[in-house]
């Protein structure tokens, strides 16, 4: 009965009931592979005692009973458009009938993992106010063909007010409009360079002491250089005699191949990056073997953050991010362009009316006491270390001159660390090795407020933090180490 009164009259307005298609006992699959590590250990456990058919009893049983609990799931889910609403009706012993207003969907992404693609098939996800910051699915169509999942983002664009004619049309649809921003695939791998994962590097040491070495496979280990120069013939007189080398070969090793996984992870997220101006905000295309397709309404956009660091910014590379409302993977920050010239962030950036930076004369600094509470705070450090130092030696000096790298890492952050006000936008850079620069617009700006704590208020400083809604990580935005005049002075000229 509630559920009729929460429906209304929209009821009669509903199309008829349609499934996923059949080929969805396929590909989901991936869903139900996620559970399998506690099979895959209990079976190699009976194999390796020699009982074999125990663990092709655990396959086939766990086969079965997935392939039944897909087909129950696919034939339980119906779902009907109608011309205000789509109702999506799901569940066996637990029956769901939800009810999706169209004028509450802001995003209607399609996506198509390498299979699906092979099928022609597509995953459809409806994004609400709701689903934002919810890791609760509220709208997914996992497995429909690939024209109705257009018709259908087509038919809610239309109900919305947007124009019906479709406005955001790919490039095989328009080849004489180009793309706002594009990556080619020397780009891409371009980027991939600049992805180097120091924590890939400390994964794959920790592997190779501890998995590899049982294994035999220790770049660290003068043996496992030795057998291996030893298999190459005319590089046997090229065989590591001393640890210094090893260990240099070792780190040269992890290095490579930690390159090498930043170079296939941005391959397989960034290959065919488009990115396309529609009537109502940007469309988005990526992905080499899953590929995406999301839309970024422009309204939605609540402030742009261009990130870089100290080698990408010598080649003058940045990455720009839109900070939205609507979710991207879970995210509120949508990456628009993974590695741009600032000219092509600035026409990004433009086409929503905003300014990438602004004049050199706006930009304010923050203030020394960055640099010196941190200074203070190292001097019991620093104390120990002269210490240790008198007894231990060189492992002594060693923290001295990570102490004083860190000193000098602080002030550098500082040089690089400002603000300005200007034209109705706030814009902060913060960081030196991971450089940032924030874009605010003052009317998305929903909260100030001055943070301070006993030992920031010793020095006279606090932090100005602003509430901008959407966005994770480096979208909480703030200002660091103003004096009080100025943190107050700020807000004043945000609020006015």
Not at 338 to 352: C, G
Not at 414 to 422: K, P, Q, S
């Amino acid at each position: 009965m509630s559920e009729a009164i929460a429906l209304g009259g929209l009821q009669d307005d509903l199309g008829p009931p349609e499934r996923l298609h059949p080929l969805y006992l396929l590909t989901g699959l991936s869903q139900t592979l996620k559970g399998i590590w506690g099979l895959v250990a209990g079976g190699a456990y009976f194999a390796a005692q020699g009982q074999w058919w125990i663990a092709a009893l655990m396959v086939a049983g766990f086969a079965l009973f997935s392939f039944v609990q897909l087909f129950i799931r696919w034939s339980k889910l119906e779902y009907r458009v109608g011309a205000h609403e789509i109702r999506i009706d799901s569940g066996f012993l637990h029956r769901t009938s939800r009810a999706i207003p169209f004028d509450r969907v802001t995003d209607v992404d399609i996506e198509q993992g390498p299979v699906q693609r092979l099928l022609g098939l597509a995953k459809v996800k409806l994004e609400t106010g709701a689903s934002a910051g919810s890791k609760e699915e509220e709208g997914v169509l996992h497995t429909i063909a690939l024209a109705r999942a257009e018709a259908l983002r087509e038919h809610i664009r239309a109900r919305k007010g947007f124009a019906a004619v479709p406005t955001q049309v790919t490039a095989e649809a328009k080849p004489d409009r180009p793309a706002l921003y594009a990556m080619d695939t020397r780009r891409v791998l371009t980027g991939g360079l600049f992805n180097f994962s120091l924590a890939v590097i400390a994964g794959l040491f920790g592997a190779t002491q501890t998995i590899g070495q049982p294994l035999g496979i220790d770049p660290f280990d003068q043996r496992f250089w030795i057998d291996l120069l030893a298999r190459s013939g005319p590089l046997q007189a090229l065989v590591l005699a001393h640890q210094i080398a090893t260990v240099l070969a070792g780190s040269l090793l992890l290095i490579l191949i930690g390159i090498g996984t930043g170079l296939i992870r941005t391959m397989l997220r960034e290959h065919g990056f488009r990115l396309d101006r529609t009537e109502t905000g940007f469309r988005r295309r990526r992905g080499l073997l899953t590929l995406t397709d999301v839309t970024i309404p422009a309204k939605r956009a609540q402030a742009a953050i261009l990130a870089t660091g100290p080698i990408r910014h010598h080649f003058g590379w940045w990455e720009l991010k839109l900070q939205s409302l609507s979710q991207d993977g879970g995210k509120g920050d949508h990456v628009v362009a993974p590695l741009a010239r600032p000219e092509e962030a600035a026409a990004i950036l433009t086409s929503l009316g905003w300014r990438i930076a602004p004049t050199d004369a706006a930009w304010r600094p923050v203030s020394m006491a960055y640099v010196t509470i941190h200074l203070i705070s190292l001097v019991p450090v620093a104390i120990a270390t002269v210490a240790a130092s008198i007894t231990l030696g060189p492992i002594g000096l060693l923290g001295l001159a990570f102490g004083a790298a860190m000193i000098g890492l602080r002030w550098a952050s500082w040089r690089h660390t400002r603000y300005a006000l200007e034209d109705g936008s706030l814009f902060v850079e913060t960081g030196w090795w991971r450089q940032h620069r924030n874009v605010i617009p003052i009317r998305k700006i929903q909260s100030i407020d001055l943070s301070e704590s006993w030992w920031t208020r010793l020095f006279g400083i606090c932090s100005l933090r602003l509430g901008v809604a959407g966005g994770t990580g480096f979208s909480n935005h703030q200002v660091p180490a103003l004096t009080r005049p100025a943190a107050e002075t700020l807000r004043a000229e945000l609020l006015s």
